[in-house]
Protein backbone atom coordinates (compact mmCIF):
# COMPACT_ATOMS: atom_id res chain seq x y z
CA UNK A 1 0.00 0.00 0.00
CA UNK A 2 1.64 3.58 -1.05
CA UNK A 3 0.08 6.70 -0.16
CA UNK A 4 1.35 9.77 -2.44
CA UNK A 5 0.22 13.48 -1.74
CA UNK A 6 -0.77 15.05 -5.17
CA UNK A 7 -0.24 18.73 -6.67
CA UNK A 8 -0.15 20.51 -9.46
CA UNK A 9 3.41 20.89 -9.37
CA UNK A 10 4.23 17.55 -9.41
CA UNK A 11 1.34 15.19 -10.60
CA UNK A 12 3.16 14.80 -13.88
CA UNK A 13 5.25 12.73 -11.90
CA UNK A 14 2.93 10.03 -11.06
CA UNK A 15 0.96 9.01 -14.75
CA UNK A 16 -3.12 8.46 -13.79
CA UNK A 17 -2.84 8.67 -10.05
CA UNK A 18 -4.71 11.83 -10.37
CA UNK A 19 -6.93 10.92 -12.65
CA UNK A 20 -7.82 7.50 -11.69
CA UNK A 21 -8.68 9.57 -7.94
CA UNK A 22 -11.10 11.53 -10.03
CA UNK A 23 -12.47 8.32 -11.94
CA UNK A 24 -12.47 6.41 -7.96
CA UNK A 25 -14.23 9.58 -6.21
CA UNK A 26 -17.09 9.60 -9.49
CA UNK A 27 -17.45 6.00 -8.72
CA UNK A 28 -18.48 6.22 -5.64
CA UNK A 29 -20.18 10.08 -5.18
CA UNK A 30 -22.07 9.89 -8.55
CA UNK A 31 -22.49 5.91 -9.45
CA UNK A 32 -22.70 4.34 -5.98
CA UNK A 33 -24.29 7.13 -3.82
CA UNK A 34 -26.30 9.12 -6.70
CA UNK A 35 -24.93 12.27 -5.64
CA UNK A 36 -25.79 14.91 -8.71
CA UNK A 37 -22.40 16.16 -9.11
CA UNK A 38 -20.22 17.22 -12.44
CA UNK A 39 -18.37 14.73 -14.31
CA UNK A 40 -16.75 14.54 -17.48
CA UNK A 41 -14.49 12.01 -19.13
CA UNK A 42 -15.60 9.48 -16.17
CA UNK A 43 -14.20 11.78 -14.02
CA UNK A 44 -15.59 13.63 -10.69
CA UNK A 45 -14.79 16.99 -10.14
CA UNK A 46 -15.71 20.22 -8.51
CA UNK A 47 -14.76 23.86 -8.36
CA UNK A 48 -12.47 23.29 -5.43
CA UNK A 49 -10.17 20.86 -7.79
CA UNK A 50 -7.66 23.82 -8.34
CA UNK A 51 -3.72 24.53 -8.09
CA UNK A 52 -4.35 25.71 -4.81
CA UNK A 53 -5.88 22.10 -3.70
CA UNK A 54 -3.65 19.01 -3.09
CA UNK A 55 -4.83 15.44 -3.05
CA UNK A 56 -4.01 12.63 -0.70
CA UNK A 57 -3.78 9.14 -2.32
CA UNK A 58 -4.02 5.81 -0.92
CA UNK A 59 -3.37 3.62 -3.99
CA UNK A 60 -1.59 0.20 -5.01
CA UNK A 61 2.13 -0.22 -7.16
CA UNK A 62 -0.26 -0.31 -10.10
CA UNK A 63 -2.24 3.27 -9.50
CA UNK A 64 -5.51 1.75 -8.31
CA UNK A 65 -6.94 3.90 -6.09
CA UNK A 66 -8.08 2.52 -2.84
CA UNK A 67 -8.84 5.48 -0.78
CA UNK A 68 -8.76 9.83 -0.92
CA UNK A 69 -8.50 12.98 0.19
CA UNK A 70 -8.59 16.65 -0.76
CA UNK A 71 -7.12 19.31 0.95
CA UNK A 72 -8.21 22.55 0.47
CA UNK A 73 -6.45 25.91 2.06
CA UNK A 74 -8.91 28.21 4.04
CA UNK A 75 -7.46 30.98 2.19
CA UNK A 76 -8.60 29.94 -1.07
CA UNK A 77 -10.57 32.37 -3.18
CA UNK A 78 -11.83 31.36 -6.90
CA UNK A 79 -14.33 34.17 -8.41
CA UNK A 80 -17.13 33.55 -5.55
CA UNK A 81 -16.07 30.36 -3.91
CA UNK A 82 -13.44 29.48 -1.51
CA UNK A 83 -13.78 26.65 0.47
CA UNK A 84 -16.42 23.79 0.52
CA UNK A 85 -17.57 23.96 4.26
CA UNK A 86 -16.95 28.21 4.27
CA UNK A 87 -18.96 28.17 1.10
CA UNK A 88 -22.06 26.29 2.44
CA UNK A 89 -21.80 28.78 5.22
CA UNK A 90 -22.45 31.87 3.00
CA UNK A 91 -25.28 30.06 1.12
CA UNK A 92 -23.91 28.89 -1.47
CA UNK A 93 -23.89 25.09 -2.05
CA UNK A 94 -27.55 24.27 -2.47
CA UNK A 95 -26.76 20.59 -1.69
CA UNK A 96 -25.24 21.46 1.96
CA UNK A 97 -27.04 23.42 4.78
CA UNK A 98 -25.46 26.59 6.34
CA UNK A 99 -26.01 25.98 9.75
CA UNK A 100 -23.19 23.03 9.54
CA UNK A 101 -20.89 25.34 11.93
CA UNK A 102 -21.84 26.79 14.85
CA UNK A 103 -19.15 30.10 14.30
CA UNK A 104 -18.27 31.61 11.58
CA UNK A 105 -15.98 29.24 8.82
CA UNK A 106 -11.98 30.27 9.49
CA UNK A 107 -10.05 32.13 6.91
CA UNK A 108 -6.39 31.39 8.18
CA UNK A 109 -3.05 29.98 6.80
CA UNK A 110 -2.90 27.07 9.69
CA UNK A 111 -6.63 26.10 8.98
CA UNK A 112 -6.94 23.92 6.13
CA UNK A 113 -10.23 22.32 4.70
CA UNK A 114 -10.44 18.63 4.05
CA UNK A 115 -13.08 17.06 1.82
CA UNK A 116 -14.40 14.36 -0.66
CA UNK A 117 -12.59 11.74 1.93
CA UNK A 118 -13.27 8.21 0.47
CA UNK A 119 -12.13 4.42 0.71
CA UNK A 120 -13.19 2.47 -2.41
CA UNK A 121 -16.13 -0.11 -2.58
CA UNK A 122 -13.77 -2.06 -4.12
CA UNK A 123 -11.50 -2.42 -1.22
CA UNK A 124 -12.12 -5.29 0.59
CA UNK A 125 -13.45 -5.76 4.53
CA UNK A 126 -10.39 -7.42 6.00
CA UNK A 127 -8.10 -3.89 4.99
CA UNK A 128 -10.32 -1.35 5.10
CA UNK A 129 -9.95 -0.07 8.53
CA UNK A 130 -5.95 -0.10 7.90
CA UNK A 131 -6.55 1.85 4.56
CA UNK A 132 -8.79 4.26 5.99
CA UNK A 133 -6.47 4.82 9.10
CA UNK A 134 -3.24 5.37 6.31
CA UNK A 135 -5.38 7.79 4.33
CA UNK A 136 -6.16 9.53 8.01
CA UNK A 137 -2.27 9.12 8.88
CA UNK A 138 -1.20 10.97 5.35
CA UNK A 139 -3.75 13.50 5.55
CA UNK A 140 -2.21 14.81 8.93
CA UNK A 141 1.53 14.25 7.38
CA UNK A 142 0.12 16.27 4.25
CA UNK A 143 -1.62 19.44 6.74
CA UNK A 144 1.28 19.44 8.94
CA UNK A 145 3.86 19.84 5.92
CA UNK A 146 1.41 22.70 4.53
CA UNK A 147 1.67 24.76 7.87
CA UNK A 148 -1.87 23.44 8.89
CA UNK A 149 -2.54 23.01 12.42
CA UNK A 150 -6.30 22.26 12.07
CA UNK A 151 -8.11 20.70 8.56
CA UNK A 152 -12.48 21.58 9.07
CA UNK A 153 -13.77 18.75 7.34
CA UNK A 154 -17.55 17.72 7.03
CA UNK A 155 -18.17 13.81 7.95
CA UNK A 156 -20.19 10.62 8.38
CA UNK A 157 -21.54 11.60 12.39
CA UNK A 158 -20.15 8.23 13.26
CA UNK A 159 -16.72 9.97 13.66
CA UNK A 160 -16.59 9.36 17.44
CA UNK A 161 -16.57 5.86 17.04
CA UNK A 162 -12.96 5.88 14.72
CA UNK A 163 -11.54 8.93 15.45
CA UNK A 164 -9.19 7.40 18.54
CA UNK A 165 -7.98 4.29 16.12
CA UNK A 166 -6.73 6.50 13.95
CA UNK A 167 -5.09 8.29 16.39
CA UNK A 168 -6.13 11.81 15.65
CA UNK A 169 -7.50 14.90 17.73
CA UNK A 170 -10.95 15.47 16.98
CA UNK A 171 -13.93 17.96 17.79
CA UNK A 172 -17.38 18.93 16.99
CA UNK A 173 -17.38 22.23 15.34
CA UNK A 174 -21.17 22.11 14.28
CA UNK A 175 -24.67 20.37 14.92
CA UNK A 176 -25.36 16.75 13.14
CA UNK A 177 -27.19 17.26 10.05
CA UNK A 178 -29.04 14.90 8.14
CA UNK A 179 -27.54 15.00 3.72
CA UNK A 180 -28.41 12.80 1.41
CA UNK A 181 -29.92 10.62 3.83
CA UNK A 182 -26.49 10.36 6.13
CA UNK A 183 -26.00 11.99 9.13
CA UNK A 184 -23.04 14.18 9.07
CA UNK A 185 -21.06 16.51 11.16
CA UNK A 186 -18.53 19.40 10.68
CA UNK A 187 -15.12 18.33 12.62
CA UNK A 188 -11.88 19.83 13.78
CA UNK A 189 -8.95 17.59 13.29
CA UNK A 190 -5.99 19.24 15.72
CA UNK A 191 -2.82 18.21 14.46
CA UNK A 192 -1.24 21.48 16.54
CA UNK A 193 0.17 18.82 19.37
CA UNK A 194 1.84 16.90 16.19
CA UNK A 195 3.68 20.06 14.71
CA UNK A 196 8.09 18.99 14.80
Known sequence: MLTTTLSFENLHNHGELFAN??????ELFIVHNKWDLPEAMGMEYDQYDTPASRWVVVHDELGQVLA????TPTTAKCGIYT????DAQKGLLETIPSHLLYEEAPVSETVWESSRLFVSHNVPAGIRRRVHAQLVLEISKAA???GATQCLTLLN??????AG???VDMTAMGPVMNIAEVNNQVVSMNFASNLH
Open 21 to 26: MLRARR
Open 68 to 71: GNRL
Open 83 to 86: YMIR
Open 144 to 146: RNL
Open 157 to 162: ANWPRW
Open 165 to 167: RVG
